[in-house]
């Protein structure tokens, strides 16, 4: 009898634990739908707005308020489906663990999730309405919306690389690689500033956040970090090398919502991760990456471009290598990626540099839409860099253009 009660046990507490997380991992999922369902509603908004713009010139001030406040509202919405997400993926975690000391009689879990957080969740969930979804069409972006910078080493000059956007100001940030600077444009194409050209020397990728610019100088072998508000240096990483903490060549680069920096390390074969005070954390993909060109992060994965073997590898949170689409190269979608983003569904925009224009991927690697094609022109790119989506779908790209060095769709 005893027996019996040490076996049947663990069985009523998996049987419980799968009920608890079920649900939790449910009420995430309403979550975030309604969010992007929030989202969404602003976005439609914004389009709104911004055809009465187009249409009545005399509504332009007022336009443009509104637009901002609803840009800093949808940022917030951001962050708080990436926060949800998150947590999903960290109570999927907590369960599996669960179920794994479940398995050891001797060594049952403290429980899971109580019931009364269970019904505060859902309590949060009844104030949400219907969820519509929303998707971007790639077939409508087929000529550009804006095409300035001309090549050249001038003023309002541009032989750049790598891109970011700080959309709570209207900003474009453009690494200069050629030019040794950072140039700051409006989201219309007016060139504001530049800054950095008597500490950088070949800056290639760059990344904003609401107090800080983060580049990656590849002559430097270093990342650095500006100040925001004044654009003067507040600190960057020691010398080149392979040791931790230590960089050789690096490239693309992003911030996560937590602060911290993550840099695809060209010649070190992985990807390098700093806090956003410049301290080493940790690295990822030695085993898998070879020549990595960029990465990403969402809330729940690490998205790195590789381009050998080609590869777009994808990596949980903690640095467990998820899954790999396997789409570029010679024979395949892309000859020579360079940069690449994500938009809302995560699928993947890579600027092909050898055939000149944006290749649109499914998560899987299905290519879904191609975008712009090679020349000097509008619309035409030579040898396409920096890509870079915004929330509202407006694809911003660097190319080493003779008229147009930066376009947007």
């Known amino acids: 009898m005893a027996t019996n009660q040490t076996i049947n046990a663990p069985i009523k507490e ?32 914004l389009r709104d707005m911004k055809e009465e713009y187009l249409s009545k010139e ?43 000391q479940l398995e050891t009689p001797t060594k049952l879990p403290q429980p899971f999730f109580s019931y009364k957080m269970l019904s505060q969740l859902q309590t949060q969930i009844a104030e949400f309405g219907e969820v519509k979804e929303w998707e971007l069409d790639y077939s409508m972006k087929k000529e550009p919306i804006l095409a300035v ?50 500490i950088l020397k070949r800056p290639w990728g760059i990344a ?26 507040v600190k960057r990483t ?18 996560d919502y937590n602060g911290d920096v993550y840099i695809a390390d060209l010649n070190n074969s992985r990807v390098s991760i700093f806090s956003k005070a410049l301290e080493f954390v940790n690295c990822l993909g030695t085993q898998q990456l070879k020549h ?14 590789d381009d050998s073997p080609n590869c777009v590898h994808f990596y949980s949170r903690s640095g467990r290598l998820l899954n790999s689409c396997i789409t570029l190269g010679k024979d395949g979608v892309v000859h020579y990626p360079r940069y690449f983003c994500l938009d809302v569904a995560e699928n993947i925009l890579i600027t092909d540099f050898i ?55």
């Open 14 to 45: 998996v049987e419980h634990f799968e009920y608890v997380a079920t649900k939790i991992m449910k009420t995430f999922d309403l979550i975030i739908k309604q969010l992007i369902a929030r989202r969404d509603a602003l976005l439609r908004k």
């Open 58 to 100: 005399s509504t332009r001030n007022a336009a443009m308020e509104e637009l901002a406040k609803t840009q800093r509202n949808l940022l917030e919405l951001s962050l708080k489906v990436n926060e949800n997400k998150e947590l999903h993926h960290q109570a999927t975690d907590l369960f599996q663990q669960r179920i794994k």
């Open 149 to 198: 910078g001309k090549k050249g080493r001038g003023n309002n000059e541009l032989n750049a690389l790598g891109i970011s956007l700080d959309e709570s100001n209207h900003l474009i940030y453009i690494a200069d690689w050629y030019n040794s600077r950072i140039q700051v444009v409006t989201f219309e194409g007016n060139f504001l500033k530049r800054f950095g050209q008597s």
């Open 208 to 233: 904003v956040t609401t107090d800080h610019v983060f580049v990656t100088d590849t002559y430097f072998h270093a990342l650095l970090q500006f100040n925001k508000k004044d654009y003067k240096l």
């Open 238 to 255: 020691g010398n080149k090398g392979a040791r931790d903490g230590e960089l050789n060549e690096p490239y693309g680069l992003c911030v």
């Open 292 to 305: 990595p060109q960029d990465v990403k992060v969402t809330a729940t994965n690490i998205v790195v471009l």
């Open 355 to 409: 055939r000149s224009n944006i290749k649109i991927l499914s998560p899987s690697g299905e290519l879904i839409h191609t975008i712009g094609r090679k020349g000097h022109g509008r619309g035409e790119f030579t040898d396409p860099f920096g890509i870079s989506i915004s929330a509202l779908g407006t694809i911003y790209v660097i190319s080493i253009n003779d008229n147009f060095c930066l376009q947007a769709f």
